[in-house]
């Protein structure tokens, strides 16, 4: 059996103990089932949501304040 191994979303390192690895994210994909974001437990809480996609967001949802 193989083990998985996660790569850490913070700081780029991999994450060899699974009770060290976090789920923080899920990203979905275009044609299949998408992929999860790993992280060390010390760094879960500092992985940042990916900054295009909020800008993108952003973008949405002031052109809908603005034409209401």
Known sequence: ???AWHVCRYCDEPIPDPDDAVL???????SGPGW???AHRAHAELVEPDPVAV???ARVLITQ???S
Do not use: K, Q, Y
């Open 65 to 67: 304040a603005l034409r």
């Open 55 to 57: 800008r993108i967001l």
């Open 24 to 30: 923080v994210a899920h990203v979905a994909g275009n």
């Open 36 to 38: 999860n974001i790993w």
């Open 1 to 3: 059996m193989t083990v």
